[in-house]
């Protein structure tokens, strides 16, 4: 993900959260920190072709922050077209190789607690439930699963997308 895509991530970020979407300035800050010798963060696109007139519309995303040997799933988000396709997965296996390369030893997340298709997807890659955050998803005021994966770097599979 560069600067360039924060609209467009925006857009789908709002369609899908609307309760507690992120900010342009949450996505600008993160961003900040994933370029360079320094870098503490990966965040990735996925992309289709937008049709006839070239150029490609952005149908997913995710991030991921390394402090030490812990990584934290920051987001991910699929377009609800493209639910079921597999996407969620590639961008979920982009993230644990980052973990893998920010030698990460394990990798932490917060889930919606009814989003079951996420902590589906999330288990298929080794990912456990360790405990809950009350009222962690604001205003809704919805508890988040908390989950952990130990050593990502066997959870990871698939194919690359753009980063």
């Known amino acids: 993900m560069r600067w360039w895509d924060i609209e467009p991530v925006l857009e789908l970020e709002k369609d899908l959260f609307p309760e507690d979407a ?7 800050s993160d961003l900040a920190h994933a370029r360079g010798p320094g870098a503490t963060r990966r965040y990735v696109v996925a992309e289709i072709p937008s049709g006839s007139g070239g150029g490609a519309r952005i149908v997913g995303y995710g991030g991921l922050a390394a402090a ?11 377009a609800r077209e493209h639910w079921g396709t597999g996407l969620g997965a590639q961008i979920l296996t982009e993230l ?27 288990e298929r890659f080794g990912f456990e439930a360790i405990g809950f955050r009350r009222g962690y998803y604001q205003p809704g005021n919805v508890d988040a699963l908390v989950m952990r994966l130990n050593d990502p770097s066997t959870s990871v599979q698939g194919t690359e997308i753009n980063g």
Do not use: H, P
């Open 22 to 28: 992120w900010s342009r300035g949450m996505f600008w």
């Open 68 to 78: 030490g040997d812990v990584g934290d799933v920051q987001t991910i988000a699929v």
């Open 96 to 122: 644990l190789r980052a973990a893998t390369a920010f030698e990460c030893a394990e990798v932490m997340l917060e889930c919606r607690v009814d989003n079951i298709r996420a902590q589906k997807l999330y």
